[in-house]
């Protein structure tokens, strides 16, 4: 019953191209259905089966995940850690090939309304900088806007996205890599100055609820601080 409403729920993509982004990281990019849409900072849910030829849906095998590229990009695609002993969702996509299809449905977002015109300070935790991508790359192809600063951390140093985003144009673009919270912090106090700013959290819910309380503590206005959540 279950495998049924899945089946009709949901859309089939295609696999077309698998990245290695950083150590135990890849991005895994589909071709676009004509009824796929999405708008930026949307995530998905993704079935790692095409749930043909008998195959049974079960929730070992569905993952809500970031949409890492612009509606403009001609793939619709998504970033994951996979490391050794990862789970089934995670391996089943590791071994798929190209030409392999999968299933996506429910498309939301939670960061619907980003105020591009007033300065902007993200800050993610890992892959966590996926959502933020095609913001930025939206944001850099405009002529308006004003600044964003964008933090990611990483315990790991080996950061996702890092080449492509120093790579833009700084005019409107500052990117900061940190490994650790302390590092964190200090960069987010450089950011209190500007009481224009409105900041944007995509983490854990541990790492989205400290930031979140970070920035209240340090007088940032509730209605200047949004969680992916």
């Not at 279950?2 to 009709?8: A, D, F, H, P, Y």
């Not at 600063?149 to 833009?168: A, C, K, M, P, S």
């Amino acid at each position: 019953m279950i495998t049924t409403i899945i089946k009709r729920l949901s859309t089939q993509i295609k696999l077309i191209k698998l990245e290695k982004e950083a150590k135990d990281t890849y991005t895994f990019k589909f071709l676009v259905p004509p009824n796929i849409k999405w708008t930026l900072g949307s995530y998905a849910h993704f079935v790692c089966s095409d749930l043909q030829n008998g195959k049974k849906f079960k929730k070992d095998l569905l993952r809500e995940l970031s949409i890492m590229s612009h509606p403009d990009e001609n793939f619709i695609g998504f970033t994951t850690r996979i490391r050794e002993n990862s789970s089934e969702f995670k391996s089943t996509m590791l071994n798929l090939k190209l030409g392999d299809e999968i299933r996506i449905f429910k498309i939301g977002n939670h960061l619907k309304n980003i105020e591009t015109d007033k300065p902007i300070v993200f800050i993610s935790m890992g892959v966590g900088i996926a959502t933020f991508r095609p913001i930025i790359h939206e944001h850099m192809k405009s002529s308006k806007g004003s600044s964003i600063t964008n933090i990611n951390i990483d315990r790991t140093g080996d950061f996702v996205y890092q080449q492509e985003l120093e790579n833009l144009s700084k005019d409107k673009l500052k990117n900061v890599f940190v490994t650790n919270r302390s590092d964190l912090y200090n960069e987010i106090n450089q950011c209190l100055d500007d009481e224009a700013n409105t900041y944007y959290v995509v983490g854990s819910k541990e790492f989205n609820e400290t930031t979140r309380n970070f920035l209240l503590k340090n007088k940032v206005s509730k209605k200047a601080v949004f969680l992916d959540k």
